[in-house]
T-cell receptor, first 113, second 111 residues
């Protein structure tokens, strides 16, 4: 059974600092996603990671995937207040006749001035 | 504009009164899913559909039904809602190889 563990659950950062959110999963997967959710809003897709060693960057966010370790990281560089949100990783099992997507519990990021 | 729409956005109901939450997408996507979001639990998949007339259970299907009679629509049915189904519900769709697009969410309160 595919399980996804995300940590930390809550992260309070100062502006300008760097930090990393971790996403571990239990079995092999087709792909891994990172999403952002602002309070009271829907989920916005940030990154899709498909293969071992994949790295994607958008602004101050960089996501990477190590399929051998079953680990993905979301690195935040020089945080700014606008990055305050909840971030979710989600691991897909799209093989065969399934369309399963298992989410981590989310990381609530609060960037303080 | 490409989008996933859900209705209603907010709903207060009483235990046992059947309700339906509609979901529609205009992107001709094959795959659609329903999720519920609860504090501390992230999002959990309720049901998904691979195409018209093809549906299957996700991780938390108890107390829910779905149907996929048309490609664009994927309604979520609660035949006899109970308070433990109070939650925030999201519908999502995707096509092969793409990320999921999420609807705006439906906040349900069952008294």
């Amino acid at each position: 059974e595919l399980k996804v563990e995300q940590n930390p659950l809550f992260l309070s950062m100062q502006e300008g600092k760097n930090y990393t959110i971790y996403c571990n999963y239990s079995t092999t997967s087709d792909r891994l996603y990172w999403y952002r959710q602002d309070p009271g809003k829907s989920l916005e897709s940030l990154f899709v990671l498909l293969s071992n060693g994949a790295v994607k960057q958008e602004g101050r966010l960089m996501a990477s995937l190590d399929t051998k370790a079953r680990l993905s990281t979301l690195h935040i560089t020089a945080a700014v207040h606008d990055l305050s949100a909840t971030y979710f990783c989600a691991v897909a099992d799209y093989g065969g006749a399934t369309n399963k997507l298992i989410f981590g519990t989310g990381t609530l990021l609060a960037v303080q001035p | 504009e490409a989008q996933v729409t859900q209705n209603p956005r907010y709903l207060i109901t009483v235990t046992g009164k059947k309700l339906t939450v509609t979901c529609s997408q205009n992107m001709n996507h094959e795959y659609m899913s329903w999720y519920r979001q609860d504090p501390g639990l992230g999002l959990r998949q309720i049901y998904y559909s691979m195409n018209v007339e093809v549906t299957d259970k996700g991780d938390v299907p108890e107390g829910y039904k779905v149907s996929r009679k048309e490609k664009r629509n994927f309604p979520l049915i609660l035949e006899s809602p109970s308070p433990n189904q109070t939650s925030l519900y999201f519908c999502a769709s995707r096509t092969m190889g793409e990320t999921q697009y999420f609807g705006p969410g439906t906040r349900l309160l069952v008294l």
